[in-house]
């Protein structure tokens, strides 16, 4: 049969990425306590395509996704995908994308009754001819209680919930569960799923005692994270869905791993 993929291109027009967008997949994710968690793994695949080929093979993708599916989803195994991608495609550059929800069981502060909480999560892997870059993303949903609000009422402050995002580029396999509670102890208070009357007034006492800005969480999980060795560059942002205001509070810090030097963004 005629390989119209194979077919010579005139146009001279390289492509950055090519392959192909959310292919639903079972994985099996490893935890911290040594057991896997079970979930469904939303896939992007893609590599470079140079000027000389018409186009890629897009049933190779699926092939190779397919034979390493029922294996753990690791950083070591992503490498493994993307690096038998970039061989059997003959590409320069490879991108492996996986989004996923990973849940984690919560016990709440007082009652101790057991709910789960589920953070979006996303990994990248990229694979080129000189390097090869692991990235993890996880938005992670936390309190905050207004600083200003409290300093100027008698009673009370306006408290909401926010979502931290962190980007971290990994030197070495790092544990989904460590960057959540790393996270989640910067906030004002933690989120749960389940909570009596005793807990919901934990919570909200915990929350007038720690009162944060969007500004103060971006800084102080900056401040965390530039203590672990194996994290070679990250991004943290913080996104406050406001109760009184008709609009969101935002911050954000890129710390590079070559200047060492942050960037950061007012709400």
């Given at each position: 049969?005629?390989?119209?993929?194979?077919?010579?291109?005139?146009?001279?027009?390289?492509?950055?990425?090519?392959?192909?967008?959310?292919?639903?997949?079972?994985?099996?994710?490893?935890?911290?306590?040594?057991?896997?968690?079970?979930?469904?793994?939303?896939?992007?695949?893609?590599?470079?395509?140079?000027?000389?080929?018409?186009?890629?093979?897009?049933?190779?993708?699926?092939?190779?996704?397919?034979?390493?599916?029922?294996?753990?989803?690791?950083?070591?195994q992503l490498k493994h995908i993307a690096s038998e991608a970039?061989?059997?495609?003959?590409?320069?550059?490879?991108?492996?994308?996986?989004?996923?929800?990973?849940?984690?069981?919560?016990?709440?502060?007082?009652?101790?009754?057991?709910?789960?909480?589920?953070?979006?999560?996303?990994?990248?892997?990229?694979?080129?001819?000189?390097?090869?870059?692991?990235?993890?993303?996880?938005?992670?949903?936390?309190?905050?209680?207004?600083?200003?609000?409290?300093?100027?009422?008698?009673?009370?402050?306006?408290?909401?919930?926010?979502?931290?995002?962190?980007?971290?580029?990994?030197?070495?396999?790092?544990?989904?569960?460590?960057?959540?509670?790393?996270?989640?102890?910067?906030?004002?208070?933690?989120?749960?799923?389940?909570?009596?009357?005793?807990?919901?007034?934990?919570?909200?006492?915990?929350?007038?005692?720690?009162?944060?800005?969007?500004?103060?969480?971006?800084?102080?999980?900056?401040?965390?994270?530039?203590?672990?060795?194996?994290?070679?560059?990250?991004?943290?942002?913080?996104?406050?869905?406001?109760?009184?205001?008709?609009?969101?509070?935002?911050?954000?810090?890129?710390?590079?791993?070559?200047?060492?030097?942050?960037?950061?963004?007012?709400?």
């Open positions: 049969m005629i390989d119209i993929q194979n077919q010579k291109d005139t146009r001279r027009v390289s492509l950055k990425m090519v392959g192909i967008k959310n292919i639903a997949l079972p994985l099996l994710i490893p935890t911290k306590s040594g057991k896997s968690q079970n979930t469904t793994g939303f896939i992007s695949f893609f590599t470079d395509l140079s000027h000389h080929s018409r186009g890629t093979h897009m049933s190779r993708f699926v092939e190779i996704l397919y034979r390493n599916c029922h294996n753990y989803l690791t950083f070591q970039k061989k059997e495609l003959k590409a320069e550059n490879v991108y492996l994308e996986i989004s996923f929800i990973y849940l984690l069981k919560k016990r709440s502060p007082v009652s101790k009754k057991y709910s789960f909480v589920d953070y979006q999560c996303n990994l990248l892997s990229k694979v080129n001819s000189l390097d090869y870059e692991q990235r993890l993303m996880i938005k992670i949903p936390v309190s905050l209680l207004c600083p200003c609000s409290k300093a100027i009422s008698k009673f009370n402050a306006h408290n909401q919930r926010a979502i931290v995002t962190v980007n971290v580029d990994f030197l070495r396999e790092f544990w989904i569960e460590d960057l959540i509670k790393l996270v989640e102890k910067e906030g004002s208070c933690e989120i749960y799923s389940l909570l009596k009357r005793a807990d919901e007034k934990y919570v909200t006492e915990k929350l007038y005692e720690n009162p944060k800005f969007v500004e103060d969480i971006v800084r102080d999980v900056a401040l965390k994270l530039k203590k672990i060795d194996g994290i070679k560059s990250f991004t943290v942002e913080c996104e406050s869905y406001e109760s009184i205001h008709n609009h969101n509070a935002y911050a954000k810090l890129i710390s590079n791993s070559t200047t060492k030097e942050s960037e950061n963004v007012d709400s």
